[in-house]
């Protein structure tokens, strides 16, 4: 099936001051049925490849929908960023998730203070206006070692969340309880009824941190990312 990408964020991205530009995203559900999104003056070309190609995710295959993108983002001043952006695709539904009880939530500026992080870490910050923006972190000897954090708002009910963890802490699980802790929160206590989870298809640990989280595999996406 091919639909259009958001009829806004095309045009911004097409606009002068564009800077990114997704053309075209390609996703598989769990069945294995293939959805495409992509910008309007793609979509007949598309519409053709999906009638030739069952496997959009094979390198030859890629290759081709990249040059179905390639005149209209050159025109607009685009250069592909590197290979296609292949992410696999993680739930967890109703019920909280298992996972070790060596997590403590952090809500505020205030509290996340409290524990300078490891060096290696980024990212922690949270809104302290927001109920759902909350960080499940694991504290070992004053720092936060790892912690898990709401990425996005995928929809109505539904969060999406991202784990990190120190080098020297992994191996541990110390994602994954960060993970579940979180999940738990946001289910229990911010009324989600799904969490999702994203990690790049090469990334098989971070993988395995999500499924040892309790989450479980629910499709995978390719998205061609261009710059400007």
């Known amino acids: 099936m091919v639909t259009r990408a958001d009829k806004l964020f095309e045009k911004f991205s097409l606009s002068r001051n564009g800077v990114i530009a997704l053309p075209i995203t390609v996703s598989e559900s769990s069945d294995g049925s293939i959805s495409y999104s992509v ?3 793609l979509m007949r070309k598309v519409s053709a490849f999906e009638k030739t190609y069952k496997d959009p995710f094979c390198e030859d ?10 005149p209209l983002m050159k025109k607009h ?4 960023s590197g290979d296609p952006e292949i992410l696999t695709e993680l739930e967890a539904r109703v019920s909280p998730p298992r996972g070790k009880a060596d997590t403590i939530i952090l809500k505020t500026c205030d509290e996340i ?11 922690l910050d949270v809104d302290d ?9 694991v504290i070992e000897n004053g720092h936060v070692a790892a912690y898990a954090c709401v990425n996005d708002a995928r929809d109505a009910d539904g969060y999406e969340i991202t784990v990190e963890c120190a080098p ?5 699980g110390f994602a994954s309880s960060c993970a579940a802790a979180l ?14 989870y994203k990690c790049r298809s090469s990334n098989s640990a971070s993988r395995r941190v999500a499924e040892k989280a309790g989450f479980t595999y629910t499709g995978r996406s390719m998205t061609f ?3 400007r």
């Open 183 to 196: 999940t738990g929160y946001l289910i229990s206590e911010a009324k989600a009824s799904v969490v999702y």
């Open 225 to 227: 990312v261009y710059e």
């Open 113 to 123: 203070a409290k524990y300078p992080a490891d060096t290696t870490l980024w990212n």
């Open 39 to 41: 910008y309007k003056k």
């Open 129 to 137: 206006e927001d109920t759902a923006d909350v960080i499940c972190a």
């Open 168 to 172: 020297q802490y992994r191996g541990r």
């Open 61 to 70: 295959n890629a290759d081709k929908l990249r040059a179905i993108c390639e």
């Open 77 to 80: 001043g685009y250069s592909i």
